[in-house]
């Protein structure tokens, strides 16, 4: 009597080691069977995700390390042959002020010259770095002395986002959830009359978890009678966990957060990524973290109550039009950034 073949079921007489046909033992049937393999348990494929999220944030912070390296200056030749085509002639004294003001200059002469170009050279990661910091802390400030006026009254809460394992991050994932908390907040507002005139204020900052996985820190203003909650429980973080509460020193919190944010993390930072963000502020508010932010010498330039804007080659004050021209200016090469300005010597 016949068996039938253990991966097609057609009756067959001799049986091939397995228990398979004569047709079942080709390629394409070993392509099958290795295909049918059981599939492992939960705990295993649990335990595969993690070590492959261990090994790509180790490679993510080998890339990052490496495009620091490429960013860091160093004392070889290339900026030598950058400045050769215009070396600088420099007396000894102007050598001793450059070197005072940290400025980098490639070749003196004892020759009389009137002018002279002085360089330094930029790190764009640590440059991004500090522009965080200093508008984080800024805006930190600015937002606590507007909550803090006349009677409204509420607290500042932290709000920390995490990441589950298995859970992909995605650029707008912290957009999502703020859109969500404000909508919650207009409709309360709108709802309650005693909190008329609340805006919904807010203030974050991103960071890389050892595995190199975003993670979120909020600052939200939360008015008297109004509450959150879980924001993870109400789904509006579907992608990990959340907690929230209240903060005693709004200011320190965002700049202990701040500060950790270095040029390596800046490197490892997602492509696409946005790693803070601000919204709530009035325009006065605003205006006075855009003077913040602007160069020293552009501050000193328009004034204390200028509305400094950036344009080409300078900036100038939307309230005015005056416009300060910028001594210095910038060149790419031999994959530096490289800030130049001339001085008389």
């Known amino acids: 009597m016949a068996a039938e073949c253990s991966f ?3 009756p067959t007489s001799y049986f091939f080691p397995g228990g398979l046909c004569a047709g079942c033992t080709g390629k394409n049937a070993r392509i099958k069977l290795h295909a049918m393999a059981p599939a492992q348990r939960a705990e295993l494929v649990a335990f595969d995700d993690s070590i492959g999220l261990m090994q790509a944030a180790a490679r993510r912070t080998e890339q990052a390390s490496e495009t620091v390296a490429r960013h860091k200056r160093t004392s070889g ?6 400045l050769a085509a ?10 001793r002020e450059a070197l005072a003001l940290g400025l980098v200059h490639y070749k003196t002469s004892d020759t ?3 002018t002279g170009r002085l360089s330094i050279e930029i790190d764009p990661l640590q440059l991004r770095a500090q522009r965080l910091r200093k508008a984080v802390i800024t805006s930190a400030r600015l937002h ?9 009254r509420g607290a500042w809460y932290m709000l920390t986002l995490t990441y589950r394992d298995g859970s992909r991050s995605g650029p707008r994932d912290v957009s999502e959830l703020l859109k969500r908390m404000r909508g919650h907040f207009n409709r309360t507002v709108s709802r309650l009359r005693r909190l008329a005139g609340q805006v919904f204020r807010y203030l974050w900052v991103g960071e890389l978890t050892q595995r190199g996985r975003p993670h979120y820190h909020l600052l939200v203003w939360v008015p008297q009678g109004m509450w959150f909650g879980r924001v993870d429980h109400r789904k509006w973080w579907p992608h990990g966990s959340s907690k ?9 919190y965002l700049a202990k957060y701040a500060s950790k ?5 800046a490197a490892s930072f997602p492509k696409g990524f946005r790693t803070h963000g601000c919204g709530g502020l009035n325009e006065e508010s605003r205006r006075e973290l855009r003077w913040w932010k602007a160069p020293i010498s552009a501050r000193e330039a328009l004034g204390g109550e200028a509305d400094i804007r950036k344009c080409q080659g300078g900036y100038f004050d939307k309230l005015t039009g005056e416009f300060w021209s910028s001594p210095w200016r910038v060149t790419f090469a031999f994959g530096r950034t490289i ?3 001339v001085i008389p010597i």
């Not at 030749?77 to 950058?82: D, G, N, P, R, V």
């Not at 606590?144 to 409204?152: C, H, L, T």
């Open 86 to 95: 215009a070396p600088l002639a420099l007396t000894p004294e102007g050598q």
């Open 144 to 152: 606590d002395q507007e909550a803090k006026k006349g009677s409204r």
């Open 77 to 82: 030749a290339s900026l030598k042959s950058y």
């Open 339 to 341: 800030a130049w300005k």
């Open 8 to 10: 097609c079921g057609d």
């Open 261 to 265: 944010f270095s040029s390596l993390m």
């Open 112 to 114: 009389e010259s009137k």
């Open 244 to 252: 929230f509460e209240k903060a005693r020193n709004a200011v320190g």
